[in-house]
């Protein structure tokens, strides 16, 4: 049974900082691509930035040079580093995997900057 579990949300004032952890049970990690996605109230589910097996990365154009998404393949982890946060970064955000047997999410974190 595949598990993704985040962690590291929570409330921070604007131009501060969050870094989201997902760790991952039940796939073949090092060879899923894994990526966050988020989810503003009344709002559509949006891709925040993914990263390949290769560590190819890709990020949406509003946090480029603000996050920084990472793995770690022995700890079966990746990151989302989220710096100079902003008001309207707020949002559930939720782990995303897409490996060889399907597509899996996370519950989310809630991250919440407030102004």
């Known amino acids: 049974q595949v598990h993704l579990v985040e962690s590291g949300g929570g409330l921070v004032q604007a131009g501060g900082s969050l870094r989201l952890s997902c760790a991952a049970s039940g796939i073949m990690f090092s060879i899923s691509t894994m990526g966050w996605y988020r989810q503003a109230p009344g709002k559509q589910r949006e891709a925040v930035a993914d990263i390949t097996s290769r560590g190819d990365t890709s990020y949406l154009d509003s946090v480029k040079g603000r996050f920084t998404i990472s793995r770690d393949n022995v700890k079966n982890t990746v990151y989302l580093q989220m710096n100079s946060l902003k008001p309207e970064d707020t949002s559930v955000y939720y782990c995303?995997?897409?490996?060889?047997?399907?597509?899996?999410w996370g519950q989310g974190t809630q991250v919440t900057v407030s102004s």
């Open positions: 995303h995997a897409r490996g060889l047997a399907g597509i899996y």
